[in-house]
């Protein structure tokens, strides 16, 4: 059944006022249940507002699957050739390769469409913006769970730093990762570099650690750390590293994704449920919970206070500066 699905002719999709060719739709991309490209560029359309929102004017490097994602990933930070003339980039510069690359820049739905077509699974968008690729407009909070540690905790961990988020009067929009943890993202004022938004990042770590000593770790080697604890992963902050968006699928057979939850369900909720077979109807009936994400933005100031007070007790950063 998959092959004959595998034969099908190319399907059109009208994104917008664009028309997106789909080539090769009936080929099986998540093995799980057997979804196919045209499955994975129809869930992209069913939360279209929620992912261009999450990708909207971001360096973006694609996780592409040719074979399906069982097969090989490619990394492509540079944009394919090929790419119709409306699908924008931006130019990033990388320090350690002395290197430049037009990636990605997603401005409307179609592009995302089109990255589906050339076998893209994953957006892994920059945590800033084209308008100044080097000053940070998100502060990205990664609790990634070590091997041993039940979700549980994973879900203790999130409710402290809701806590702490609350009393800088930072509002934190929360997802689950498509993967074993959670992400919550924080709207900032583009007014510092990678540097002192790790910086902030790993001050903010330091504190929810300090609240949840049982449960979190900040250690800077994986092999050093508890493979019970949560590590509040603060260098996700550094230049040049990104994390799956809100509404990303991830490359895993079953089609899971990156899903915006509400604080509420927080302590009752099942990230494995959440895939492309479900999703749709939940943006559906919800709409995009980061909706508000813009309009509530931080200064970074009070953080970057405690990130001088810990270094001036002699905290250093273990990884130094990125």
Same mark, same amino acid.
């Given at each position: 059944?998959?092959?004959?699905?595998?034969?099908?002719?190319?399907?059109?999709?009208?994104?917008?006022?664009?028309?997106?060719?789909?080539?090769?739709?009936?080929?099986?991309?998540?093995?799980?249940?057997?979804?196919?490209?045209?499955?994975?560029?129809?869930?992209?359309?069913?939360?279209?507002?929620?992912?261009?929102?999450?990708?909207?004017?971001?360096?973006?490097?694609?996780?592409?699957?040719?074979?399906?994602?069982?097969?090989?990933?490619?990394?492509?930070?540079?944009?394919?050739?090929?790419?119709?003339?409306?699908?924008?980039?931006?130019?990033?510069?990388?320090?350690?390769?002395?290197?430049?690359?037009?990636?990605?820049?997603?401005?409307?739905?179609?592009?995302?469409?089109?990255?589906?077509?050339?076998?893209?699974?994953?957006?892994?968008?920059?945590?800033? %913006?084209?308008? +100044?690729?080097?000053?940070?407009?998100? $502060? =990205?909070? *990664?609790? /990634? &769970?070590?091997?041993?540690?039940?979700?549980?905790?994973?879900?203790?961990?999130?409710?402290?730093?809701?806590?702490?988020?609350?009393?800088?009067?930072?509002?934190?929009?929360?997802?689950?990762?498509?993967?074993?943890?959670?992400?919550?993202?924080?709207?900032?004022?583009?007014?510092?570099?990678?540097?002192?938004?790790?910086?902030?990042?790993?001050?903010?770590?330091?504190?929810?650690?300090? %609240?949840?000593? +049982?449960?979190?770790?900040?250690?800077? $080697? =994986?092999? *050093?750390? /508890? &493979?019970?604890?949560?590590?509040?992963?603060?260098?996700?902050?550094?230049?040049?590293?990104?994390?799956?968006?809100?509404?990303?699928?991830?490359?895993?057979?079953?089609?899971?994704?990156?899903?915006?939850?509400?604080?509420?369900?927080?302590?009752?909720?099942?990230?494995?449920?959440?895939?492309?077979?479900?999703?749709?109807?939940?943006?559906?009936?919800?709409?995009?919970?980061?909706?508000?994400?813009?309009?509530?933005?931080?200064?970074?100031?009070?953080?970057?206070?405690?990130?001088?007070?810990?270094?001036?007790?002699?905290?250093?950063?273990?990884?130094?500066?990125?």
């Amino acid at each position: 059944m998959a092959g004959d699905r595998s034969a099908l002719p190319a399907a059109e999709l009208e994104v917008g006022s664009r028309t997106v060719r789909i080539s090769n739709p009936g080929r099986v991309y998540f093995s799980a249940r057997g979804e196919t490209k045209i499955d994975l560029a129809r869930y992209y359309l069913s939360v279209g507002d929620g992912i261009v929102r999450a990708l909207r004017e971001r360096p973006c490097m694609m996780h592409r699957f040719p074979d399906g994602v069982d097969g090989e990933k490619v990394h492509q930070k540079r944009l394919p050739r090929g790419a119709p003339p409306w699908v924008e980039t931006v130019r990033v510069h990388f320090p350690r390769y002395n290197r430049d690359a037009d990636e990605l820049c997603v401005t409307e739905l179609a592009s995302v469409i089109w990255a589906v077509q050339m076998s893209t699974v994953e957006f892994h968008p920059w945590n800033s %913006r084209r308008a +100044d690729t080097e000053r940070p407009d998100e $502060w =990205r909070i *990664d609790l /990634d &769970p070590m091997p041993d540690c039940p979700f549980d905790r994973v879900r203790r961990v999130a409710q402290v730093a809701h806590e702490v988020l609350d009393e800088l009067g930072a509002v934190g929009w929360p997802k689950t990762s498509g993967g074993s943890g959670l992400h919550v993202y924080v709207r900032i004022e583009p007014d510092f570099g990678f540097s002192d938004v790790r910086r902030a990042a790993l001050a903010f770590a330091r504190e929810v650690e300090r %609240r949840a000593p +049982d449960d979190v770790t900040t250690t800077w $080697w =994986r092999k *050093d750390r /508890d &493979p019970a604890k949560v590590f509040v992963d603060y260098n996700q902050n550094a230049r040049d590293h990104t994390i799956a968006s809100a509404y990303s699928v991830r490359g895993v057979p079953d089609g899971r994704v990156s899903t915006p939850i509400t604080w509420s369900e927080i302590d009752s909720v099942v990230p494995q449920e959440f895939t492309i077979a479900t999703v749709p109807a939940r943006f559906a009936e919800l709409g995009d919970l980061h909706a508000g994400i813009d309009e509530a933005v931080f200064s970074l100031e009070p953080l970057l206070e405690w990130a001088e007070r810990d270094e001036q007790q002699g905290a250093a950063d273990p990884g130094g500066p990125t």
